[in-house]
C-alpha cells in the first residue's frame, strides 16, 4: 500500500488511507444488500431507499464526516487518522489524532436535534441510557496497550465522545478519564489540551499508529472499492429525499391553487372569512 511523506523524514503507512466511516460503510452496504430492489414507481415517488437497519449506520458514517470536517480545523501539527480497525469483528476507532498534546481517540455520535445529558459515566440522549463513556475508555485501553508493546517515547492517550448535530450537550458531572462534547467545540477542546510532545516524538508516533502492524489487525477489502460503492448509495438516497420533496411541493402548490380558485369562484368570500 502507499505511504506518504511527513517532516523528519517518518513515513506514514497504510491506515492514512483509510476515510471517515469506512468501517460504517462496509457495514452499511452488508445490511442494504438484504433490500429488495426498488420498482420503478418506488423511485418514482421518492420511496426511502434505506433499510432500517442500515439506516444506523448509514447515520453513522454521516456523523463521523462531519467530525472529520472539524478535525481538519487542527494545525499541520498533528496527524488524524479514520476508522482505525483494531478487532478481527469489526471494531474500530472513529478518529485518532497524533499531536503535541499527545494521543487522542474521539469517538463520535450522530444524534441530531437530541438532548444530551451528561452525569459522571451515564450519558443520557433523549433520556435514553447509551454506553459512550464505556466505548470511549476501550478506545483509550486499545490504544494504550497497542503504544506499549512499542519502543517509542511515553504520550498520554485521552478519550473524547463528540456528539454531532445534538440540540444541547448538558454536561452535570463530567467522566473522570473521558471529556464528552458537542462536536462544535471539539478542535477547541484539543486545542485547550496541554502541549507534552515535541515536534520529532508527534512524527515517532505518527508513523507507529498508521501502520497496521501496530493493531494487529489488517481491514478487509480495498477502501476505494467501499467508497466508491457507499458513494453511489447516497446518491441514490439523496436523489429519493429530492423526489419526495418535489412531490410534496407539488401537493403544497396543489391545494394553494385549489384555494384561489375557490375564493375566485365565490365572491366575498374572504372578506367573510376575516369579517
Known amino acids: 500500500m502507499p505511504t506518504h511523506d511527513v517532516p523528519g523524514a517518518v513515513r506514514l503507512d497504510d491506515l492514512t488511507d483509510r476515510v471517515p466511516g469506512q468501517t460504517l460503510m462496509a457495514a452499511c452496504l452488508a445490511e442494504q444488500a438484504a433490500a429488495p430492489p426498488r420498482g420503478r414507481l418506488a423511485r418514482v415517488v421518492g420511496a426511502r431507499v434505506l433499510t432500517d437497519a442500515a439506516r444506523s449506520w448509514y447515520v453513522g458514517v454521516v456523523g463521523e464526516r462531519v467530525t472529520a470536517r472539524l478535525l481538519e480545523g487542527l494545525g499541520p501539527e498533528h496527524v488524524v487518522l479514520h476508522s482505525i480497525p483494531v478487532t478481527d469483528s469489526g471494531t474500530d476507532i472513529d478518529h485518532l489524532v497524533v499531536g503535541p498534546m499527545g494521543v487522542v481517540t474521539v469517538h463520535t455520535k450522530h444524534h441530531r436535534d437530541a438532548r444530551v445529558w451528561v452525569g459522571g459515566d451515564t ?122 420533496l418535489a412531490w410534496a411541493g407539488a401537493a403544497c402548490a396543489g391545494v394553494a391553487a385549489g384555494l384561489v380558485a375557490v375564493v375566485a369562484a365565490v365572491p366575498g368570500l374572504v372578506g367573510a372569512l376575516f369579517s
Open 123 to 244: 450519558v443520557l440522549v433523549a433520556g435514553q441510557r447509551r454506553p459512550y463513556v464505556h466505548a470511549a475508555r476501550s478506545d483509550r485501553t486499545r490504544v494504550l496497550r497497542a503504544l506499549a508493546a512499542l519502543t517509542l517515547p511515553v504520550a498520554p492517550v485521552t478519550s473524547l465522545v463528540a456528539v454531532v448535530h445534538a440540540a444541547r450537550v448538558q454536561v452535570r458531572c463530567a467522566p473522570e478519564d473521558v471529556r464528552v462534547v458537542d462536536a462544535r467545540h471539539l478542535v477547541r477542546t484539543l486545542r485547550r489540551l496541554p502541549t507534552v510532545l515535541g515536534q520529532d516524538a508527534v512524527w515517532a508516533l505518527a508513523g507507529a499508529v498508521t501502520s497496521t502492524e501496530t493493531w494487529g489487525v489488517r481491514p478487509e477489502g480495498e477502501p476505494a472499492d467501499v467508497v466508491a460503492r457507499f458513494a453511489a448509495l447516497g446518491r441514490e438516497v439523496r436523489v429519493a429525499r429530492a423526489a419526495r
